[in-house]
Nanobody
Framework: QVQLVESGGGLVQAGGSLRLSCAASGRTFSTYTMGWFRQAPGKDREFVAV????????NYADSVKGRFTISRDNTKNTVYLHMNSPKPEDTAVYYC??????????????????WGQGNQVTVSS
């Protein structure tokens, strides 16, 4: 059973920067796609970014493209979400997640079976 521990959330001013981290244990991290998702109050959980097991492929939601960057360090079993120039509409609980099987590349939350505890990010205007 994989465990995901997130850190780095909090309050940030619009136009600033913030980095979320997600440390994984209990599985061969380097063979799994990792994703970031978020959920704002009253809204469904939505895709933010995904990175393939080797780190060569990434995808982003249109709403964050050009501002957020996903990366991973397989030597540390950690995936990151670098949030540059966040906007108030980025305020949400952010979750990291690991894909349900090795070498699966997907942006659908249904293909992710293990989730972090969630980290609140609040962007002030």
């Amino acid at each position: 059973q994989v465990q995901l521990v997130e850190s780095g959330g909090g309050l940030v001013q619009a136009g600033g920067s913030l980095r979320l981290s997600c440390a994984a244990s209990g599985r061969t991290f380097s063979t799994y796609t990792m994703g970031w998702f978020r959920q704002a109050p009253g809204k469904d959980r939505e895709f933010v970014a995904v990175i393939s097991w080797h780190g060569y492929n990434t995808n982003y939601a249109d709403s964050v493209k050009g501002r957020f960057t996903i990366s991973r360090d397989n030597t540390k079993n950690t995936v990151y979400l670098h949030m540059n120039s966040p906007k108030p509409e980025d305020t949400a609980v952010y979750y990291c997640a690991v894909a349900s099987r090795t070498y699966l590349y997907s942006i659908s939350p249904r293909d992710y079976t293990n989730w972090g505890q969630g980290n609140q990010v609040t962007v002030s205007s």
